[in-house]
């Protein structure tokens, strides 16, 4: 299953026929060069090529009044002067004889791309289309946008396919007002918008761009606004925004389908953004969608305004839902404070309506490690699960990773080789077989052994010799109690299995009190018995042990 890329030609006929500083940006290169460097690099040809069709008035009709959907159509017929007087009722926006006819194409490009998906043509696809469609409201065109594309498309897959809930996701640099007033009070269709918003004193300054706006009635929650107050936020903002913002609300949410009004004025060199994040964070963004509804990702392009950052970042979202992998970001992964702020106040306006985001914000005041009273659970991973001491995959200059080499060429023999040499003499250096016989194993103390488990999984019964456990828990207090010295005898067993390549993944339960020691022990054993990089991921409040050498093999959040 595949990848539809939705265009028809017609869509570069519209443009500024005036002189309009504010709207000259929205011009058909857009179009033209996005689409010219998805041919160049070749993708273009991976994809199912669709041609837009016009949507129908009765689809038009999903959002707008007729009325409104008559005006334009009357558009056609008018001269220059009378397309100027007119555009200028509305805020942001350009009339051409040609509008009404892009207008259609726009629409029609992204509910094409909902019937191929939906009908299980192809797993995923991208509409590139122009007019825009998010600004636009049921009678009023509003900056650059007409007809609302993905919003009509989202009523479409409700009506069409009988979809129950469809998540929006809005990371166009502009609030997609109209998008959110269109579902406001709908609880079936989540709308996410992170945008510029400088308290604000950004365009479309608007009160209900901020976080607290969550939507009205039966809607309530189903509005998740993410405010930037400052320029210049980057990769880490934006995956900090994901991770801790959209991705809980959206598993939670659970869509069927997942839109996005995939504006790239948010990308570097926006004129309209001045945001700092690279096209390579887009392809990011694009793979954690698909962790969603199945991989059913519409995306229809709203803005972006500066040609080469526009391109490669389309090129980077159509590589991700093509299944490539995606290059690695650069920069430091730090989010601003700023952005934190945000964040922070989007979970505390949220908190009331999504479990997943109960616990934000709360982290360390003791929730987690200081009772003593409930156990928590340690995960352990098989060292080859994280590639220890595999070169990372040579690139081509395009950054194109290399098993697409052609086989059979000579650099295809090059590099393979080179990875099963690399392979090999990791299997040599840490004695591993390369498919554990055991999947997931866990290892439980008395009260937790009862839990049922899933039948592909072992329960260890075995514990490390306990001088050895008693040696290892030695330094530290929290591991004198009997029950937290049982359970590191256990972790300390698992872990070796993993080591010994019997078992690829395991988790281990051990005393809340005792979390802390337990994985400090972990740490130092794993990288004791040779581990070459050793991640370490707390979920929650945990202090790096202090004492542990900065080598580069241990990193730790
Ligand atoms: C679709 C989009 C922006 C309008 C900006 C007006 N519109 N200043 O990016
Ligand atoms: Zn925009």
Known sequence: MGTALVYHEDMTAARLLWDDPECEIECPERLTTALERLQQRGLEQRCLRLAAREASEAELGLVHSPEYVALLQGTQALGTGELQTLSGQYDAVYFHPSTFHCARLAAGAALQLVDAVLAGAVRNGLALVRPPGHHSQRAAANGFCVFNNVAIAAKHAQRQHGLHRILIVDWDVHHGQGIQYIFEDDPSVLYFSWHRYEHGRFWPYL???????????????????????????????????????????????????????????????????????????????????????????????????????????????????????????????????????????????????????????????????????????VTLNHPLGVAPVLSPCPRSPEGRPSPLLLPGGPEFKAAATQDVAALSSLLDQLRLNPTPPVRTAVALTAPDAALALPSDVLCEEGSAPQEETQAWARPHEALAQDRALTALGKVLYLLDRILDGQVSSGIAVTPASAAAATLDVAIRCGLSHGAQRLLCLAVGQLDRPPDLTDDGRLEGF
């Open 207 to 377: 009160r209900e761009s901020d976080a607290d706006a969550v939507g009205q009635g039966p809607g309530l929650g189903f509005t998740v606004n993410l405010p930037w107050n400052q320029v210049g936020m980057g990769n880490a903002d934006y995956v900090a925004a994901f991770l801790h913002v959209l991705l809980p609300v959206a598993f939670e949410f659970n869509p069927e389908l997942v839109l996005v009004s995939a504006g790239f004025d948010s990308a570097i060199g926006d004129p309209e953004g001045q945001m700092q994040a690279t096209p390579e964070c887009f392809a990011h963004l694009t793979q954690l969608l698909q962790m969603l509804a199945g991989g059913r990702v519409c995306a229809v392009l709203e803005g972006g305004y500066h040609l080469e950052s526009l391109s490669q970042s389309v090129c980077m979202m159509v590589q991700a839902l093509l299944g490539d992998p995606a290059p690695p970001l650069s920069g430091p992964m730090v989010p601003h404070a700023s952005a934190l702020e945000s964040i922070q106040s989007v979970q505390v306006a949220q908190a009331p309506h999504w479990m997943s985001l109960q616990q934000q914000g709360q982290r360390g005041l003791g929730r987690d490690g200081a009772s003593g009273s409930h156990a928590v659970a």
